[in-house]
């Protein structure tokens, strides 16, 4: 299930990772915590999931508090990494799907707390898969020239569209946010995107869906049912499309950049659960020294689970510079994605907390 491919062309500029940050909330929902008010206990969420806890927003904040935060951790590891130019960004492109407000988008606020001018800065929307179409679309503007340095961050707050008594998505969802800082430079360096792959199939559209809010229920005369103001999912079918759809894609995108998709050093996938992260490394043949698992401390942050993954297994050693790595991700459209690159030697610290 592959989609539509890109891929730079080896002489133009390319698009080098240089920069890298996270954020969280400061509060920590243990699964404890969640079986004290639910039907639920922490043996099934550890043993189904893989998830120990999450961390969500307090009263009023909102997803562009952790964007900017892990905005400024990226920036700043770009500085320590490639000197100071490399934060003179002239693009940012936000991936959520849980805006500030439903208009405008929350990317040119984020610019402006961040300080970054008038730069164009633009929402993405593809749930899951946002960080990776964000990253292709960045990395695509730098290959064509039309940006020299971009910030790209993943950024959701689920904990503000989860119904209070769901048991199943108040144990697998946590807030976060993500950022990478992509500056041009030449294909054979470390960091250098060397590749993408997306995709998308709108027959699965009801598979991950919040239905009210949107201009389909506004028509509508009267408040929407209570029921359809919440995120709702359909777990096993998710599951399984969710491991085709990131096998089929990494694999794809890993023989196009010449890899054999068993040997990248690392796979860092969308953390959604630890079973789909070791079904998806049993299709395509990997160990699981060569998996990231960051899951087990965050839950699935959405936009942000791959940047947030990237950050924990840079910070902790696990990515190491001149390693294989492939990302991939899946989420609500249905919308899936992949990227290759290999790792540059950026300085990174651990999320910081909002
Ligand atoms: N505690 C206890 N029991 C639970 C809980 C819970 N937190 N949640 C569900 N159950 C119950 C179910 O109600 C069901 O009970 P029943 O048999 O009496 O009806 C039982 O556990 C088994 O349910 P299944 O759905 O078969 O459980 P499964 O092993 O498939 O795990 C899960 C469910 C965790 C949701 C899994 O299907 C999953 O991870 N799906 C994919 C999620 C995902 O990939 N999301 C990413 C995309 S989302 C996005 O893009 C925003």
Not at 51 to 60: E, M, S, W
Not at 104 to 116: C, D, W
Not at 186 to 201: F, K
Not at 288 to 315: F, M
Request: with cysteine; net charge negative.
């Amino acid at each position: 299930m592959s989609g539509n491919a890109t891929r730079p062309e080896p002489t133009g500029p390319a698009a080098v990772l240089c920069g890298l940050g996270g954020a969280l909330p400061a509060r920590a929902v243990s699964n404890d915590e969640l079986a004290a008010q639910l039907d639920t206990s922490d043996a099934w969420i550890r043993s189904r999931t893989g998830i120990g806890q999450r961390h969500v927003i307090a009263p009023g904040q909102a997803t562009s508090d952790l964007a900017v935060e892990a905005g400024a951790r990226a920036l700043a590891s770009a500085r320590d990494t490639a000197g100071p130019a490399a934060a003179e960004v002239d693009l940012l492109v936000l991936a959520t799907s849980t805006p500030d407000r439903p208009c405008p988008a929350t990317a040119p606020v984020v610019a402006q707390r961040l300080g970054l001018g008038t730069v164009p800065a633009f929402d993405v929307a593809a749930v899951c898969t946002g960080f990776v179409y964000a990253l292709a679309t960045a990395g695509s503007l730098i290959e064509a020239g039309v940006a020299r340095r971009a910030l790209v961050i993943g950024a959701d707050t689920f904990s503000t569209i989860l119904d209070p008594a769901d048991r199943t998505t108040r144990a697998l969802f946590g807030d976060g946010a993500g950022a990478v800082v992509l500056r041009a430079g030449t294909r054979d360096e470390p960091g250098a995107l060397l590749g993408y792959d997306l995709g998308s199939d709108g027959q699965g559209v009801d598979l991950i869906t919040v239905r009210a809010g949107g201009s389909r229920q506004r028509s509508e005369p009267g408040p929407p049912p209570e029921a359809d103001r919440w995120f709702t999912m359909r777990g096993s079918s998710v599951f399984r499309e969710a491991v085709l759809s990131m096998s089929d894609s990494a694999r794809a995108l890993a023989e196009r950049t010449g890899w054999d998709p068993a040997g990248p050093d690392k796979l860092v996938a969308h953390q959604a659960n630890v079973r789909i992260l070791r079904a998806v490394g049993d299709q395509l043949g990997l160990d699981e020294k060569q998996i990231v698992v960051h899951l087990d401390r965050v839950g699935n942050t959405v936009a942000a689970s791959i940047p947030l993954a990237l950050t924990d297994a840079a910070g902790e050693g696990a990515l190491q510079p001149g390693h294989r790595v492939l990302l991939t991700g899946f989420g609500g459209g249905l919308t899936w994605g992949s990227a290759a690159l290999v790792w540059p030697d950026v300085v990174t610290g651990p999320p910081g907390t909002v």
